[in-house]
Every structure is written in structure tokens, then in C-alpha cells.
Nanobody, 128 residues
Framework: QVQLVESGGGSVQAGGSLRLSCAAS????????MGWFRQAPGKEREKVAT????????YYADSVKGRFTISRDNAKNTLYLQMTSLKPEDTDMYYC?????????????????????WGQGTQVTVSS
């Protein structure tokens, strides 16, 4: 059974940092498209960053480039999102996602894929 479990959210002041983690199980983690997404109540889910876990190739939304870093540890089946220089507009529920089954994969392919497997989310709140 595929499972994604996020952790690491919390409340910080603007300019602060947080690191989110996503523990994955139930599929081949080291050859998959994975990503971080965020969603506010009543809004569509927004793609933040994606990674092709086999090569580490990454893509970012323009709103987080230079501030957020997505990474993975294939030995631990864990995805990370390091968030720095946080802004109040980064306040959202953050979700870990996977596109399964992998199908065609690659760095840019992972950014364009539809994601269909989700964790429960972790709340990030940034105060001004």
C-alpha cells in the first residue's frame, strides 16, 4: 500500500526557515516523480517543486525559486523541502505528492506530470 507521510510544518516569522519531510513507502521511491504542493482553503493546489528521484533533477515554481530547495534521500525513501526566507504568502497546507505508476520519467517530465498520490498535508504558517 502506497503511503506518504509529511512532517515538519509549523509557525515561523517572516524571514525564517522550515524543513518539511515526506516518508514514502509502498512503491519504488528511487525511480519516481515526486513533488511538493501547497493549497489554501478554497483555492487550487499549487505545484511548488518537483524532483525526479533517480537523478535528482529539480524544477521550481517561480514564486519559490531561490528560496526553497527540494531534495531526496533514496536510502531513506524520504523527500524534503527546505524553505528559507519565508513570506506570509507562503502560508498554506503543504502536501507531498507522487505520480504513480511512474511511466515516462525525467526532470522536466516530472514537473509537467499529473500527480495522483498524496499525503495528509502539513500546515505552514508564516507571520509578518
Amino acid at each position: 500500500q502506497v503511503q506518504l507521510v509529511e512532517s515538519g510544518g509549523g509557525s515561523v516569522q517572516a524571514g525564517g526557515s522550515l524543513r518539511l519531510s515526506c516518508a514514502a513507502s509502498g512503491y519504488t521511491f528511487n525511480n519516481a516523480c515526486m513533488g511538493w504542493f501547497r493549497q489554501a482553503p478554497g483555492k487550487e493546489r499549487e505545484k511548488v517543486a518537483t524532483i525526479y528521484t533517480a537523478t535528482g533533477s529539480t524544477y521550481y515554481a517561480d514564486s519559490v525559486k531561490g528560496r526553497f530547495t527540494i531534495s531526496r534521500d533514496n536510502a531513506k525513501n524520504t523527500l524534503y523541502l527546505q524553505m528559507t526566507s519565508l513570506k506570509p504568502e507562503d502560508t498554506d497546507m503543504y502536501y507531498c505528492g507522487a505520480a504513480l505508476p511512474p511511466g515516462v520519467v525525467g526532470g522536466f517530465v516530472c514537473f509537467r506530470k499529473e500527480y495522483n498520490t498524496w499525503g495528509q498535508g502539513t500546515q505552514v504558517t508564516v507571520s509578518s
